[in-house]
């Protein structure tokens, strides 16, 4: 078995309860086998003005477990991380904030053509 380097790049629009997130990031990471992948992601996230931060970096763990040994396969995924968050105004108003840590289920997906590939 080879162990097969991947980088993942992913971007999207979130809104929830008036807020509008904007984020773009990157895993950089390695498929073990052909069932299991581990990388670390890095990202970049805007809020829209009326939430209380503007920007966030948010840095995480990324594992995916792959059910299936097929070209398309089912799998679950989780990521692990901090994110540091901060407003911006003038130069003196930059205040660092950490946002609270928030908890989410074990999402399931189906993987790009790239992520699932035989090996």
Do not use: C, Q
């Not at 309860?17 to 895993?27: A, E, H, Q, R």
């Not at 968050?85 to 660092?96: C, E, H, I, Q, T």
């Not at 609270?100 to 090996?119: D, F, I, K, V, Y």
């Amino acid at each position: 078995m080879e162990i097969s380097y991947i980088i993942h790049t992913l971007s999207g629009t979130t809104y929830r309860n008036d807020i509008t997130v904007l984020s773009l990031s990157t895993v950089n990471g390695w498929r073990i086998n052909p069932n299991v992948f581990v990388g670390i992601g890095l990202g970049v996230e805007k809020y829209s003005e009326n939430y209380p931060i503007h920007y966030s970096l948010p840095v995480y763990l990324d594992t995916k477990y792959f059910i299936l040994k097929n070209k398309v396969t089912p799998f679950f995924y989780t990521d692990l991380g901090y994110t540091l968050g901060w407003k911006l105004g003038s130069a003196s108003d930059f205040s660092p904030h950490i946002p609270p840590p928030s908890w989410g289920s074990l999402p399931a997906g189906l993987p790009a053509e790239g992520m699932a590939g035989r090996r």
